[in-house]
């Protein structure tokens, strides 16, 4: 097997995931220029709640096909998050929303630590299983490397929901209000554009792609904790930045190359450094490639040079 | 100072000197001696607030990692004076040392990030301090020297002059536990650390954080050398931190990569919030506020165990819950902290009207 074809896939696989959470950082950010630090959870709650309901579904009708109850468990996290996301920038970055920045970056972290807790206290410390025996089994061999059927699913999945993200942002009414109100709130108000429910339904947005996500990832590794959500939220924020904070095509492109990158790096650190730093520096490139950008880049590569005010 | 004898002032300083050099005895007497640990703890605490208070409440630089260097400190104690490479510089050499490799780690973040504010800063610190702990996590191979995630054991306690604050010592008749050595020991480095920062807030230098924390523009027109100011908050604030982690380590007797996650840092930014950002009393109120807050939460079991007749939420577990709950609130009621700094309470007002 070409090592350098498998890193490939499974770079792509990530990024996959690392880019829709950070479209949904993105969307906050091009509207609110807010960091949504909680995003990360609402990832980890999707997964939680999608393995939840999987469970609870096969126990009361296990002949049902693997696919269908996989895909219901999907069907409740996303409007369980949604209803997340709204409630999350009701309770903590509206009343904010006039205050100096340092108050609505105190609250998201104050509510990401207790979505934390409450998963904690719900689910437990320990790694839940995704039933991953629910999911088609097959492996295909392409130019050298392995790719499962849900590596392919995940691929699919996202091409199809960035298509119509961008559809519904250059497209429709309520994609013409978020440019607006992105552009200019106190105007948009002006022209009849409801900004509260414009920025509302931005958070809905993000969460929905955020459950999507948290059930990929935890679908590819079979597992999901309380804790994913941080790190996970971190490197998505950190794609954003890599392609433009506020850009959803730089979003997507900065997601696909932070996981290109952390998957070639992981496998070829230890050969680069001559066996000194091992493949557990995985985390540490998201966290470089974040440093070297909003240090040398600030706007990212696909972004404004509005941001660097930030 | 003639002055100063005349008035009240100096019997206020006595009653709470007094007052302070009693503590420990009060608090072991009646709330028992993992109660003196806590204390010692939120002396610790209250340096580490007073070093982030210069970065972030004087300079406005918001700094998530600031318990990297608090980490460099600890661990520069660790290496020094551990059988783990068998060293065992004494005292004077490593504590400076500590504070001074923490402060050049300081620049080390400061220069990259000087064109940053805001949120982006906060990011990038954040990502700063992930880094270290990464780092510290993985190095004990093939090379060992952090000994990784098992942390480095059996550090030497403080050894002044002879005299080692790891046991227990009789001095005018009275026995003096560890703690008690390591409580008067603190308080004399918090003391320190008051007096510098109170200095600080009125000198030149002082003057010209809070300048570009209102206006960074400004203040570079107004002739302040804005690289070289920002360079020494992040360096000062560091070295106060790299002081607290040499402290810890020896207190400890042990380090961890663990003791320093991004957790830590948004505890310590926690207090300078609660406590109100720039101002040394609030800060230092803060400080106490969130060590000794969360321990005395460990009792809401017994509470929950006579309210409900068993514990059905581990105290331990409903910490954080509680935590973050009060982070919320505590913006939405009370965005300025407990204490405003005066200048903030002016602007609040001028706000208003």
């Known amino acids: ?310 | 100072m003639l002055n100063l004898l005349k008035s009240k002032a100096w019997l206020t300083a006595v009653l709470l000197l007094l007052g302070l050099i009693l503590l420990p005895f009060v608090v072991e007497a009646s709330l028992g001696k993992s109660w003196l640990r806590i204390l010692d703890f939120a002396l610790l605490y209250i340096m580490l607030a007073l070093g982030l208070n210069i970065v972030v409440g004087y300079a406005g630089l918001l700094d998530l990692g600031y318990v990297a260097f608090y980490a460099v400190g600890a661990y520069c104690w660790a290496l020094l004076a551990s059988p783990h490479f068998g060293l065992n510089l004494p005292f004077w050499v490593i504590l400076p040392a500590g504070a001074a490799i923490a402060a050049l780690f300081g620049v080390l973040l400061g220069t990259p990030t000087l064109r940053l504010r805001g949120d982006y800063l906060a990011i990038v610190t954040l990502g700063f301090g992930e880094i270290i702990r990464i780092f510290l996590n993985n190095l004990n191979a093939p090379v060992n020297i952090t000994n990784g995630p098992q942390g480095i054991t059996l550090i030497e306690p403080m050894n002044l002059f002879g005299f080692s604050l790891g046991k227990k010592q009789e001095i005018l008749g009275l026995t003096l536990s560890s703690p008690h050595l390591y409580y008067y020991l603190f308080l004399v480095f918090v003391a320190l650390v008051v007096f510098v920062c109170m200095r600080l807030e009125n000198s030149r230098i002082g003057r010209a954080w809070v300048a570009i924390r209102e206006d960074e523009m400004a203040a570079a027109a107004a002739g302040i050398n804005t690289r070289n100011i920002k360079l020494l908050a992040f360096a000062m604030g560091a070295t106060f931190g790299g002081l607290s982690g040499g402290l810890f380590a020896s207190f400890q007797g042990f380090v961890s990569p663990e003791s320093f996650n991004l957790m830590e840092s948004i505890m310590i930014l926690s207090m300078i919030v609660l406590g109100g950002m720039g101002n040394i009393y609030g800060v230092i109120l803060g400080a106490l506020l969130v060590t000794v807050i969360p321990e005395a939460l460990r009792y809401t079991g017994e509470l929950q165990r006579a309210l409900f007749g068993e514990v059905f939420i581990d105290p331990a577990d409903l910490r954080m819950l509680l935590f973050g709950i009060a982070l919320v609130l505590m913006m939405l009621l009370r965005p300025a902290g407990l204490l405003p700094s005066k200048q903030r309470r002016q602007e609040l007002a001028e706000d208003a009207g």
């Open chain 1, 1 to 310: 097997m070409d090592i350098f074809a498998q890193q490939m896939v499974n770079g792509l696989v990530l990024g996959s995931v690392y880019a829709l959470v950070a479209l949904g950082y993105t969307l906050v950010y091009g509207i609110l220029e807010l960091i949504n630090f909680a995003h990360g959870e609402t990832t980890m709650m999707g997964s939680m709640i999608a393995i939840t309901v999987i469970g609870a579904l096969f126990g009361v009708a296990p002949d049902l096909p693997g696919i269908v109850i996989v895909f219901t468990g999907l069907l409740a996290a996303i409007p369980a998050c949604m209803l997340l996301g709204y409630s999350i920038e009701r309770v903590a970055y509206r009343p904010l929303r006039h205050a100096p920045r340092l108050a609505p970056l105190i609250t998201a972290i104050g509510i990401s630590i207790v979505l934390q807790n409450v998963a904690m206290l719900i689910w437990g410390k320990q790694y839940i299983a995704f039933p991953t025996t629910l999911l088609p089994q097959g492996r295909h061999e392409i130019l050298g490397a392995s790719i499962t059927d849900v590596q392919i699913a995940i691929l699919f999945l996202t091409v199809t929901i960035m298509v119509a993200l961008v559809t519904l942002v250059n497209r429709t009414r309520l994609g013409r209000a978020m440019r607006a109100t992105a552009q200019a709130p106190a105007v948009a108000q002006l022209m009849g554009v409801n900004v509260n429910r414009v920025i509302s339904a931005t958070f809905v947005i993000g969460a929905g792609l955020a459950a999507i996500a948290g059930v990929m990832v935890s679908a590819n590794y079979g597992q999901a904790h309380y804790y994913m959500g941080f790190l996970l939220g971190l490197k998505a924020f950190s794609a954003a930045v890599l392609g433009g904070i506020g850009n959803l095509t730089g979003a997507m492109l900065g997601g696909m190359l932070l996981g290109v990158l952390e998957a070639l790096g992981a496998g070829y650190i230890g050969d680069l450094t001559g066996g000194f730093l091992g493949s557990h520096y995985q985390d540490i490139f998201a966290f470089l490639v974040l440093i070297l950008v909003l240090t040398l880049k600030p706007s990212g590569l696909l972004g404004s040079k509005s941001v660097e005010r930030a």
